[in-house]
């Protein structure tokens, strides 16, 4: 069974990981075309003494190309799991105690027990100790493993807290089964051990966030970071309203102030950038009036158009005046005869004084002139 991802949250890039999995397939490659000797501190020797040095290098080096693609896909997946919630240098500084401080229990202790065994190597013991990190940090999260059976590959989902149940629970039967024949097994059991201290205490230190979901708060019955998220949310909206509201306040009174000032400009822009913010900025009837008027006195006939179209929308009674200008913009600015003809004829039977009715009448009457000359609408519903 090969676990390739796992739907944890995380929260650092798996840059130690990746390092990790380089270094070890670099060692194997090097010892396989004799770029280095084994026998020069590569290997956990049984029986000749401490050496520190094959403390750190045995966990990088493998007995076979199955051996290490085997150790790195689970490097691959559990170093995603905890160095996501570790941070690289974190995760690297765990996991090299880990491999490290096993390493030294198991030349010291191993030889008496199993006198026998020349000596061991691989990094599986270090990543057990991630497999039991990842249980202790993310135990009902879920990975994706992939199962290769008689040739044929499946996926399944099954959780991290089951998973390190199954390879920690299979390592303890082949201890009693094969007693000190089960070397890799106890090797396994002593990394794994680690990291679950290991774990236990960054989480109990808030060294790491596993948002109430982890193997403590699952146990006592109090996993899940629903109600906490839900307070989190509830504040977070109560203080988003607050400081949208303010932001509103603060675009109302720059509008407000680069119209007192004669900038129309930068009125609008202030318009248009506190909506793009989804800010609640609805300026008045007369404040419209006043950005149309100084748009236009300054030429901006198509930056005026909008804030027309506005206007009409949001205050129809008695803007006639506005829609007779804002179709006038359409037909000589915006090249859209159809919108203007489409303006002037909603109010073609209203009552008006005869300049305004005149203006009416010949924007209908040029518009339409226009349509039936072919006139191309150059422009979308967008103004």
């Known amino acids: 069974m090969f676990p390739y991802t796992c739907d944890a949250l995380l929260y650092h890039l798996p840059i130690a990981t990746g390092v990790l999995i380089a270094v070890n397939i670099v060692a194997f490659v090097a010892a396989v075309q004799e770029k280095i000797d084994v026998h020069s501190g590569w290997l956990l020797e049984y029986g000749t003494g401490l050496h520190p040095v094959q403390w750190l290098l045995s966990p990088f080096m493998h007995g076979g190309i199955e051996h290490l693609l085997g150790n790195m896909v689970f490097l691959w997946t559990f170093g995603l799991v905890t160095e996501g919630k570790l941070g690289w240098w974190r995760f690297l500084a765990v996991y090299l105690g880990i491999a490290v401080g096993q390493s030294a229990l198991e030349q010291a202790i191993f030889p008496m027990i199993a006198p026998d065994v020349p000596f061991t190597l691989g990094a599986s013991a270090a990543i057990f100790g991630l497999v039991a990190m990842a249980c202790i940090w993310a135990p009902i999260n879920q990975l994706s493993v992939l199962v290769i059976f008689m040739l044929r ?24 089964i094969f007693g000190t024949g089960a070397i890799g097994s106890a090797t396994h059991l002593m990394g794994a051990a680690m990291g679950a201290a290991a774990g236990l205490v960054l989480l109990k230190l808030g060294v790491v966030e596993c948002e109430d979901y982890d193997l403590l708060s699952v146990l006592s019955g109090t996993y899940g970071s629903d109600k906490r998220k839900k307070r989190e949310e509830e504040n977070y909206s109560k203080q988003r309203v607050e400081q949208v509201a303010d932001q509103a306040l603060e675009a109302q009174r720059k509008f407000a102030a680069y119209l007192k000032i004669g900038q129309p400009q930068q009125a609008l822009l202030t ?4 909506r793009h913010r989804n800010l609640r900025l609805d300026p008045d009837r007369g404040e419209l009036l ?6 236009q006195k300054e030429k901006l006939w198509a930056d005026s158009a909008p804030v027309m179209a506005e206007l009409l929308k949001r205050f129809p009674e008695g803007s006639h005046t506005v829609r007779i200008k804002l179709a006038q913009v359409c037909l000589v ?38 349509l039936s000359e072919g006139e191309v609408e150059i422009d979308d519903a967008a103004w």
């Open 290 to 295: 006043e950005l149309i008027s100084g748009l």
């Open 271 to 274: 318009l248009q950038r506190a």
């Open 333 to 370: 600015e915006l090249s859209q005869p159809q919108r203007a003809f489409d303006l002037v004829d909603a109010i073609r039977s209203v009552q008006l004084p005869p300049q305004l009715a005149a203006a009416r009448d010949k924007v209908r009457a040029v518009a339409q002139r226009q």
């Open 153 to 176: 590959p499946f996926t399944f989902e099954v959780s991290v807290g089951v998973f390190a149940a199954l390879y920690v629970g299979l390592d303890i039967v082949y201890c009693f």
